[in-house]
């Protein structure tokens, strides 16, 4: 295969992806269900538009050293690592308030792991600059390991059993697929060019698909039945449900992290 038929190939799975997650989902029944549909479709529906424009030829630029970068593919990851990794989180935390700090930090890094692994992809085959960019880029995907399997596996066991065990099984899926993408940079195209630019496509297409479209409906397939076994032992708040049957706010008693019931705030009948 081509470079050309991998990134079609990328396409069509994101496309049919998308579709699958988008039925799974019809039917929310809690806040849960809702928030990592949404994500997870969101996730497939980018990443179908970037395998688009790299299969059209409009999601690249030719460099100096003669290398096809492909901009759609860094502009996918920085917005799609950042909501896979929002919907591990709340698996953990169940409301982003909870640890908003921590969540936002968790993104942010993120966002500066995409944006500097941008700039060693732009550098010179070979030269200081890739390799220190490069360097700086996984020395923040390092800290995203660290802020999953540190104080956010510690918040997902505060929410119970089954969040915590579902966040333990998501959180290693994705560290294993992600954990790919910084030896395929070192390896292929953009680094020391071990393997060939269609290689590299190949790599970086299979795990895409892996990362967004398996994982995706995997962990919506799981999530609803963490939700199922939720509502069977009566434990879903009745703000949590979908459509929500009143209108409520969020508190939080103070010196309390562990998840504290709302206060709901029933609206009159003005009719």
């Not at 593919?73 to 409301?95: Q, V």
């Not at 923040?140 to 929410?159: D, N, T």
Request: glycine share 8%; hydrophobic share 50%; proline share 4%.
């Amino acid at each position: 295969m081509t470079t050309s038929d991998w990134l079609w190939f990328g396409f069509i799975a994101m496309a049919l992806g998308s579709a699958i997650l988008l039925v799974m989902g019809w039917n929310r029944r809690t806040r849960d269900e809702e928030n990592h549909y949404l994500l997870h479709l969101f996730v497939t529906l980018t990443a179908t538009a970037s395998y688009l424009a790299m299969a059209l030829g409009q999601g690249s630029i030719l460099l100096a050293d003669g290398r096809d970068f492909y901009v759609a593919r860094y502009a996918d990851w920085a917005i799609t690592t950042p909501m896979l990794l929002t919907g591990l989180c709340l698996t953990a935390l169940h409301s982003p308030f909870r640890r908003w700090a921590l969540l936002l930090g968790l993104v942010f890094t993120d966002f500066y792991m995409i944006a500097t692994g941008v700039v060693a992809g732009f550098s010179p085959t070979g030269s200081s600059a890739k390799w220190a960019w490069y360097l700086i880029s996984s020395g923040a995907f390092l800290f995203i390991y660290i802020g999953l399997w540190g104080p956010m596996r510690v918040e997902s066991e505060k929410s119970g059993p089954r969040a915590a065990k579902l966040f333990k099984t998501n959180a290693t899926i994705l560290s294993l697929v992600w954990f790919a993408y910084p030896v395929i940079f070192l390896l292929g195209s953009e680094g020391t060019k071990t393997i060939d630019a269609t290689a590299t496509a190949a790599l970086y297409t299979i795990f895409d698909v892996i990362a967004k479209v398996v994982y995706g409906i995997f962990s919506m397939a799981a999530t609803r039945t963490k939700v199922s076994a939720d509502l069977a032992a009566g434990e879903v708040p009745e703000h949590d449900l979908r459509p929500a049957p009143v209108a409520y706010h969020e508190v939080q008693a103070p010196g309390r992290t562990e998840r504290v019931e709302p206060t709901h705030h029933v609206q009159p009948n003005r009719s």
